[in-house]
């Protein structure tokens, strides 16, 4: 199922983009099929679907606070999960930081791996559809149309030389996500996530158009949908066996999720392989290595 944005020019800025070469690439994912939603009949006709931001944390609070001040106003709850690996609350301000936004935190156990724990944020973020995040993200209402070139990609490269071209248009893309979740036959939107070394928007990690990193962020709250063990941001719906329905995402006019990794923790040759082996010991019940 392919994203069609009315908020977003996409023929318009195509043609903006065949000045800067661009040549948009096919999607890599196609949509699962399966059946409808067992409540289908009766959100056919409702237009005000409720979305919560979910986040689990641990002293995050420097990167947790544009994630709120990002997400408050426009999400309908928002539901914090304190992922200590001790059983201890955070100690560096993110509690009390979440509090001032109205949220109050509950403590859980890392341990028990983030298949579990982003399971829980999902069945018990008090919404009927979640956007799953983590601190260092944001999802913004309202973006600039953009692309990007170059081949380079951080940390290989500690400063990748890509280019970044701003288009005029402003794609409303949080205004479409909360008019696709009122369609009954879709179990789950997919993003595009965007790695920024700072927060200009101009400095990327990896050029996004060609180093596609495609997730489902926004999850319709369904008991059968939940996170595999063994990769946490892997979805399964029980009724099917598969990937629960998604809506793809346009190339151009997203949604996107942006990234500010670099800025709050930065990476090196291997993290990514080392964090995967962490997140595999903790769905076998492991305990995690340490450098």
């Known amino acids: 199922m392919e994203w069609k944005n009315p908020n977003f020019d996409s023929v318009g800025?195509?043609?903006?983009?065949?000045?800067?070469?661009?040549?948009?690439?096919?999607p890599i994912l196609r949509m699962d099929t399966g059946p409808r939603h067992d409540r289908a009949a009766s959100q056919t006709s409702q237009?005000?679907?409720?979305?919560?931001?979910?986040?689990?944390?641990?002293?995050?609070?420097?990167?947790?606070?544009?994630?709120?001040?990002?997400?408050?106003?426009?999400?309908?709850n928002i539901f914090a999960l304190d992922s200590s690996p001790d059983g201890r609350f955070s100690t560096d301000g993110s509690c009390e930081l979440l509090e001032s936004f109205g949220v109050k935190p509950i403590l859980d156990d890392l341990n028990k791996g983030f298949g579990r724990i982003r399971t829980r944020l999902l069945h018990e973020c008090g919404c009927e559809w979640c956007c799953i995040m983590d601190c260092d993200e944001r999802f913004l209402p309202q973006v600039q149309a953009m692309t990007c070139e170059g081949t380079e990609r951080y940390p290989a490269q500690e400063n990748p030389k890509l280019l970044v071209t701003k288009l005029p248009d402003i794609i409303n893309?949080?205004?479409?996500?909360?008019?696709?979740?009122?369609?009954?036959?879709?179990?789950?939107?997919?993003?595009?996530?965007?790695?920024?070394c700072d927060f200009t928007m101009t400095k990327p990690a990896e050029n996004w158009m060609t180093w596609w990193d495609h997730q489902l962020r926004c999850v319709r709250n369904h008991p059968s949908i939940h996170y595999t063990l063994s990769m946490h941001e892997a979805l399964i719906d029980e009724r099917t066996g598969k990937t629960p329905v998604f809506l793809e995402q346009d190339p151009i006019g997203g949604p996107h999720v942006e990234h500010m990794h670099v800025f709050?923790?930065?990476?090196?040759?291997?993290?990514?392989?080392?964090?995967?082996?962490?997140?595999?010991?903790?769905?076998?019940g492991e305990p995690m290595i340490t450098r």
């Open 13 to 26: 800025a195509r043609a903006r983009l065949a000045q800067v070469n661009y040549k948009p690439a096919p």
């Open 173 to 196: 893309q949080g205004a479409h996500v909360k008019n696709q979740i009122n369609n009954p036959e879709l179990m789950a939107l997919r993003f595009t996530r965007r790695h920024w």
């Open 264 to 284: 709050f923790r930065r990476a090196y040759p291997g993290t990514k392989q080392f964090n995967e082996e962490n997140y595999a010991r903790l769905s076998r």
């Open 47 to 76: 237009m005000n679907t409720s979305l919560a931001l979910a986040v689990n944390f641990h002293n995050d609070a420097n990167a947790m606070r544009g994630l709120l001040e990002t997400g408050s106003s426009f999400f309908d």
